[in-house]
C-alpha cells in the first residue's frame, strides 16, 4: 500500500505482470529445477538423449528410487518424457516444453527489469 502511494506521488509508471506470467511461478517447472541431482540428470539427458533409470542411477551416489522421484518431479513439470522400450521405461528431455519455460521466465524478467 505505502509502495502504490509512494508511486503515485513520484507519478512513475508501475510495470505489471501478465497473468500468463504469474502462472510461471505456480508451475513445477522452477521446483523441478532447483535441485541438484534434477540439474543432473537433465545435463545426462542432454548429452545421451534416452537413458533408462539403471543408466542414470549408475551417474549418482543414489539409488534407484531416489532417482525414480527425482524424475517423477521432472515428468510431472514436463521437463523430460518417458516411453517403454522393452521391459524399460526410457526417459529424455522434453525440449518443447523447456524453451516454452525458458521464454516465459524471459518475459518475467524482461516485465521486472528496467
Same mark, same amino acid.
Given at each position: 500500500?505505502? #509502495? ?6 513520484? #507519478? ?8 500468463? =506470467?504469474?502462472? *510461471? ?6 521446483? $523441478? *529445477?532447483?535441485?541438484?541431482? /534434477?540439474? %543432473?540428470?537433465?545435463?545426462?539427458? %542432454?548429452?545421451? %538423449?534416452? *537413458?533408462?533409470? =539403471?543408466?542414470? $542411477?549408475?551417474?549418482? #551416489?543414489? %539409488? /534407484? ?9 521432472? &515428468? ?17 528431455? #522434453?525440449? /518443447? =516444453?523447456? /524453451? &516454452?519455460?525458458i521464454k516465459s521466465i524471459d518475459k518475467v524478467l524482461g516485465s521486472?527489469? $528496467?
Amino acid at each position: 500500500m505505502q #509502495n502504490e502511494k509512494a508511486l503515485r506521488e513520484l #507519478n512513475l509508471p508501475r510495470k505489471s505482470i501478465s497473468a500468463e =506470467n504469474i502462472y *510461471l511461478f505456480k508451475t513445477e517447472v522452477l521446483r $523441478a *529445477l532447483s535441485d541438484e541431482t /534434477r540439474q %543432473g540428470i537433465i545435463v545426462l539427458l %542432454g548429452k545421451h %538423449g534416452a *537413458l533408462c533409470v =539403471n543408466d542414470l $542411477a549408475a551417474h549418482f #551416489n543414489v %539409488g /534407484r528410487p531416489t532417482v525414480s522421484h527425482h524424475l517423477q518431479v521432472l &515428468r510431472e513439470a514436463k521437463v523430460v518424457k518417458s516411453e517403454k522400450l522393452g521391459k524399460e521405461m526410457h526417459y529424455s528431455l #522434453n525440449l /518443447r =516444453n523447456i /524453451r &516454452r519455460s525458458i521464454k516465459s521466465i524471459d518475459k518475467v524478467l524482461g516485465s521486472i527489469t $528496467a
